[in-house]
């Protein structure tokens, strides 16, 4: 079963009397333990699809499933908690919180969406911290903290509640190139280790190389790139 399936979807905003038509009858599937992108210049649809699938927002007609379930359907309430269950989140601008801790960053989401003892939080964060090579920053604030240390640590706060989908926007627009290609290389590795399945929007050449699929979006319309899998012949 896909991970993720859209069929027909379309997003349509309302500016005063005008109709902006984001996203044209966009149909997709996205597999389990999949390393996928859309790719497209500013302003084509891309983020707006990731935030249709995040549930941060509804389609304004045709059929979106995640995980299985309708999202057309979830209330405010449910998309929610489907998201603190199910989706962990990246931002190329990192989104930490300057006044807590690389450690009290990570726990965040875990006192927000879900009731777990502070002993299993501390040892889900640890693990997690030990497996992107942030142990030893775990007591410094983001402002203490280099670009890719804190996209580092973003990824430790979007893995921390087991999700099925990591959302990651433009990652590594705000990294250098050596940075940008440790945390994509993090990202896959962490596909590869956890079946977790991560789907990029961006237009960095880095991630294009780097996953097995690629969605182009233009103008609020797909076509797909199909590239190299994993288990593929060369």
């Given at each position: 079963m896909s991970l993720i399936f859209a069929e027909n979807l379309r997003k349509i905003y309302q500016a005063g009397e005008i109709e902006i038509e984001a996203l044209k009858s966009v149909s997709f599937r996205i597999n389990p333990a999949s390393f996928v992108a859309f790719v497209g210049p500013s302003g084509s649809g891309k983020t707006t699809l990731l935030n249709l699938v995040g549930c941060?927002?509804?389609?304004?007609?045709?059929?979106?499933?995640?995980?299985?379930?309708?999202?057309?359907?979830?209330?405010?309430?449910?998309?929610?908690?489907?998201?603190?269950?199910?989706?962990?989140?990246?931002?190329?601008?990192?989104?930490?919180?300057?006044?807590?801790?690389?450690?009290?960053?990570?726990?965040y989401p875990l006192l927000m969406s879900q009731n777990i003892p502070a002993k299993e939080r501390e040892?889900?964060?640890?693990?997690?911290?030990?497996?992107?090579?942030?142990?030893?920053?775990?007591?410094?604030?983001?402002?203490?903290?280099?670009?890719?240390?804190?996209?580092?640590?973003?990824?430790?706060?979007?893995?921390?509640?087991?999700?099925?989908?990591?959302?990651?926007?433009?990652?590594?627009?705000?990294?250098?190139?050596?940075s940008a290609l440790m945390v994509i290389e993090l990202m896959r590795s962490m596909r590869d280790d956890l079946g977790i399945t991560f789907v990029f929007s961006t237009h960095d050449p880095k991630i294009v190389g780097k996953v097995e699929k690629l969605f182009r979006i233009q103008d609020g319309m797909l076509s797909t790139d199909n590239v190299k899998r994993r288990g593929d012949s060369a």
């Amino acid at each position: 079963m896909s991970l993720i399936f859209a069929e027909n979807l379309r997003k349509i905003y309302q500016a005063g009397e005008i109709e902006i038509e984001a996203l044209k009858s966009v149909s997709f599937r996205i597999n389990p333990a999949s390393f996928v992108a859309f790719v497209g210049p500013s302003g084509s649809g891309k983020t707006t699809l990731l935030n249709l699938v995040g549930c941060l927002d509804k389609p304004t007609s045709g059929v979106l499933k995640v995980a299985g379930l309708d999202t057309f359907r979830f209330t405010r309430k449910k998309a929610a908690l489907f998201r603190g269950k199910n989706i962990g989140f990246i931002f190329q601008d990192f989104n930490l919180i300057p006044v807590l801790t690389v450690h009290e960053n990570v726990e965040y989401p875990l006192l927000m969406s879900q009731n777990i003892p502070a002993k299993e939080r501390e040892n889900q964060v640890v693990s997690l911290l030990d497996k992107v090579n942030m142990i030893d920053q775990k007591d410094k604030y983001p402002n203490q903290i280099s670009g890719g240390q804190k996209q580092r640590a973003a990824i430790a706060r979007a893995l921390v509640t087991d999700p099925k989908l990591v959302l990651a926007d433009e990652p590594t627009a705000n990294l250098d190139s050596k940075s940008a290609l440790m945390v994509i290389e993090l990202m896959r590795s962490m596909r590869d280790d956890l079946g977790i399945t991560f789907v990029f929007s961006t237009h960095d050449p880095k991630i294009v190389g780097k996953v097995e699929k690629l969605f182009r979006i233009q103008d609020g319309m797909l076509s797909t790139d199909n590239v190299k899998r994993r288990g593929d012949s060369a």
